[in-house]
């Protein structure tokens, strides 16, 4: 309901949500300022915005969501006006959009899905005279990147100490960007950090710097690990996450509902129920991470601005964390999430689209003088046909009896009954692939229970006969979808059944067998005019289901009619005569069109009767949505993936694409082989939860798809790139050699490979950044990797030698015994340095002799003993495994070993953490000696492991 106090429509609105889009205002001086397309993407910290988000729907009107961005330093008025005029615009849209808080640093993933891959807050703001990025000097800085699809992007200080082992960090320089990968972090969270990275080389570098990444303990490109560390004056080890109150994640708390009345919040006790609602009414529903503020569709805006502001005051009042999420409802376009928390909310609730709002908000634009081109509304959709399988492929169809699947005949393909349930095969190729699989289990709607369960275990069987390689579907008699009507050509559908279980079933029953015979009296309507809609189903054989929309086959006895209704089309008319060629071969068909039959036509159907000549509407058609899974304290959630691209599905997961018509559930490679087992049953969890709060039909064609198999019918709702999806590897590997080529390419190290902080790799590391640290010096270029700060060409050189010196003091500690029998191997660099020595080349000489004397003064110095942690000198036994690395030299207690140790080692290879027990330990722990673990398979080695807590 508009309310009479919206009257003065604020000027900025005007022509608001006309288009697709993102459209953004900034609060300046109190009032929203468009801001241009080109600042999109740029929030400034001392700022307020509302952004508005302009999405199509496939029913005509135009979805809408306001969302109001808070930045860290904005002033309380400034917040408390970006907060009302969100409600203004809303009111100006029809009041139907759902609006959301958003806080710097906690926003919704909703919010962030616009502004891919990331957004990055800027210091300042309006009032204060900020400058342009473009127009500062170039600055290098430190960034915390979270998230594995969307990502919060956090400028920390450019400081050793901000670093840590369980975030991924971006470090842009003006001449290089590195991704400092820390060990506890995911490989998700990696992949995304590289889109990160290469929008930032493409805004701020013109895409020509060069980029590196290092793994935290795992030093593999080494010169980038040298540099990357020379800039933070020398390696060392880094310390342990310090949380922050932008760590603190909300807790989730059973619903609690408050009604809000002048300004008042008022506890609403009793069980949850759609029914407690009022539409003249405000509601607070507190689960905790997320707080709705619900509003009656009759309540008036200034009723509106006052619930948005006491939902602002229950936050404060309870001290609520920062990333406590807040969104504001309109009653009739409940989001999935809200519904989900009530124990009652019935079916077919949902509000149709308000034409009555949307007509009330055009006289009020009307009224204001304002365009009312495209309000609200977008110009319907021309449906075309679906994509569809490759033609001329094979069909094969079993029909399930007893205990076995049956081949049907091929000239019985395409006939079946609802009392039976069937396997189907299609096998076909596409593009360039070689052959391609369909894969269904069909289910008739009168089929007995053991036949649905044998048929569903008889498919997976051929599934995996198949390696896995087919599209597996579950279809629903009435619910086929275009992919399997299409393959056959026709299709119908009979009464009665062929199974053995269907016909003890219908004769303990003591029911009629209507099981289809071809020499008695059969009505079959024939409706759809292409090739994925062409169904034809049998219908009761009286004068009542006829429709003069359809045409419809009439058998009798030997005797075959072809109605054809009085508004049925050509090509309906059409494929009644190939029907009636499938299903009685070389029969005389007679045409009879609707109002010239003859009297035993009326006779076959039990005598002349009305019957309808409304045209039966198509399902309605929905957006898609992409959604990621979890398990909560035991219950099945869904997370939506916003605004979803090819790019959300990774490998690691599982995730399900419901485009209301069908719901696929996508199975990445490297999924554990165990959960993969368990697609469809996530799959009817989702459509049992989807069923109750949103209407979908329990009996939706239900798919899974193996990632590196998706179908056409699959991969036409994303933006498909056939190189993404043949790319190998994990979702880090994938987007690695995707954004930056093969040579770039990341291989896990074997195990036992020089991981840790120290030891050769480690050496040779900073010996090269060394030797590129002292070559810069003399280079116009010096002073542009330096860190800032930085006023001497040579403090770089310094910090480069002192990085040196620390990595070889770390080493004497690790090994103060040195072996006579172990041949020393000078790294690559040292040994070019040295070299460099013997040719007297008076360029390099200063600068060899100097690394040398650090060298060789560090290793002729005193061994120094570690004082916690356990014996220094210790090392593995001589007939030990080799792959057993020199970084296991130093050994710690089992106890600062421990995956959950609160006083973790710093530097270790986290992948190895046994081979740092000490030898008694490490026997009363595993029960055997190192040297037979080592013997061990892998797979056994980290089974072992993860009883211990060392994996």
Known sequence: MMSSSAKALEPAFQGAGQRLGTEIWRIENFQPVPLPKSDHGKFYSGDSYIVLQTSPSKGGAYLHDIHFWLGKDTSQDEAGTAAIKAVELDAVLGGRAVQYRELQGHESDKFLSYFKPCIIPLEGGVASGFKKPEEEEFETRLYICRGKRVVRLKQVPFSRSSLNHDDVFILDSKDKIYQFNGANTNIQERAKALEVIQFLKDKYHEGKCDVAIVDDGKLQAESDSGEFWVLFGGFAPIGKKVSTEDDIIPEKTSPQLYSVVDGQIKSVDGELSKSILENNKCYLL??????????????????????????????????????????????????????????????????????????????????????????????????????????????????????????????DI????????????YTYHSSERKEDYYLCCWIGKDSIEGDRELAAKLSSAVYNSLKGRPVQGRIFQGKEPPQFVGIFQPMVILKGGMSSAYKNYIADKGLNDETYAADGVALFRISGTSVHNNTVIQVEAVATSLNSNECFLLQSGSSLFSWHGSQSTFEQQQFAAKVAEFLKPG????????????????????????YTSKNVLPDVVRDPHLYGLSFNKGKFEVEEVYNFSQDDLLTEDILILDTHAEVFVWVGQSVDPKEKQHAFEIGQKYIEMASSLEGLSPYVPLYKVAEGNEPCFFTTFFFWDPAKASAHGNSFQKKVMLLFGAGHAVAEKPNGSNQGGGGPTQRASALAALNSAFKSTSSPKASSASRPG????????????????????AEKKKSPDVSPSRPSRSPPVEASWRDSLKSGDSAETEHCKEVLEVKEETETSEPIVESNGGESGSKPDADQDENVSETSQSTFSYERLKAKSDDPVMGIDYKRREAYLSDEEFQSLFEMTKNAFYKLPKWKQDMLKRKVDLF
Do not use: M
């Open 414 to 425: 395409g006939k079946f009954y609802s009392g039976d349930c069937y396997i189907v095969l």
């Open 286 to 411: 507190d689960c905790g991470a997320e707080v709705f503020v619900w509003v009656g569709r009759v309540t008036q805006v200034d009723e509106r601005k006052t619930a948005i502001q006491v939902a602002e005051d229950f936050l404060a009042s309870q001290n609520r964390p920062k990333s406590t999420q807040t969104y504001r409802l309109i009653q009739g376009h409940e989001t999935h999430s809200f519904k989900s928390k009530f124990d009652l909310w019935p079916l077919g609730s949902a509000l149709p689209v308000a034409e009555e709002g949307r007509g009330k908000v055009a006289a009020l634009l009307k009224q204001q003088g304002a365009a009312l081109k495209g309000t609200s509304k977008s110009a319907p959709l021309n449906e075309g046909v679906p994509p569809l399988l490759e033609g001329d492929g094979k069909i094969e169809v079993w029909r399930i009896n007893g205990n076995a699947k049956i081949p049907v005949p091929n000239e």
């Open 587 to 610: 029969s005389a068909v007679k045409h009879t069109k609707e109002g010239t039959e003859i009297s035993s036509f009326w006779f076959a159907v039990g005598g002349k009767q009305s």
């Open 790 to 809: 930085s006023t001497a060409q040579g403090s770089q050189r310094a910090a480069a030698v002192a990085a040196l010196s620390s990595v070889l003091t």
